[in-house]
């Protein structure tokens, strides 16, 4: 089958073979050999493992087979727009935002924290929000991590979105009402927040 090779970064290849993604963790020269392995066979293990705990409650890719002597996960390829890409001109921008909002409630209620949630990491399916690439979450109850989390798309909206940034994470933030843990998570963001800011204020 034709393999194609859609993204390198630093930490996987991703190609698409078929109707299926095959990500696969790269070897870090400038590691020991065995570190190296044992790093990349855990973080294959863990992906794989919230990647399966997510799809449970939201949309996301559905996980074919798992190779941790490889380092490589095969999964669904989802075929959609990138919201990176789309987000701005979609005439129900509201309602998708909303639904990144219940996404990442939904997430954080089951304590599964994304980790890189970039609008270049949800895909836009027949209405549905895909999160893809968990490769930096982790599980976690801790408010902190949520409210951190909930920056990261702030951040994110704002740097890819600027002209509409604020309302749109206002939209995000109303989906987010959802979680059980709303108003203690958003008086962390406030706090994450001010140090944020603290910290580019020189």
Known sequence: MKSEIIAQGAEAI?????ENLIKERIRKGYRILELDEKLRKQRTRKEAKLLEKALKLIP?????????KN???QMEFI????LSECLD???EVFEVCEKIGQNIAKLHDAEIIHGDLTTSNMILREGEVYFIDF??????RK?????????LIKQALEAKHFNNFERFFEAVLEGYKISRNFNEVMKRFEKVEKRGR???SY
């Open 71 to 73: 380092k490589i996960i």
């Open 198 to 200: 603290y910290k580019h």
């Open 143 to 151: 408010v902190e991590d949520k409210a951190v989390d909930l920056h």
């Open 79 to 82: 075929e959609g727009k990138k």
């Open 89 to 91: 001109e979609l005439p």
């Open 14 to 18: 991703l190609r698409k073979e078929g």
């Open 60 to 68: 996301a890719p559905k996980i074919i087979k798992i190779d941790e």
């Open 135 to 140: 490769g930096l979450g982790f599980e976690s």
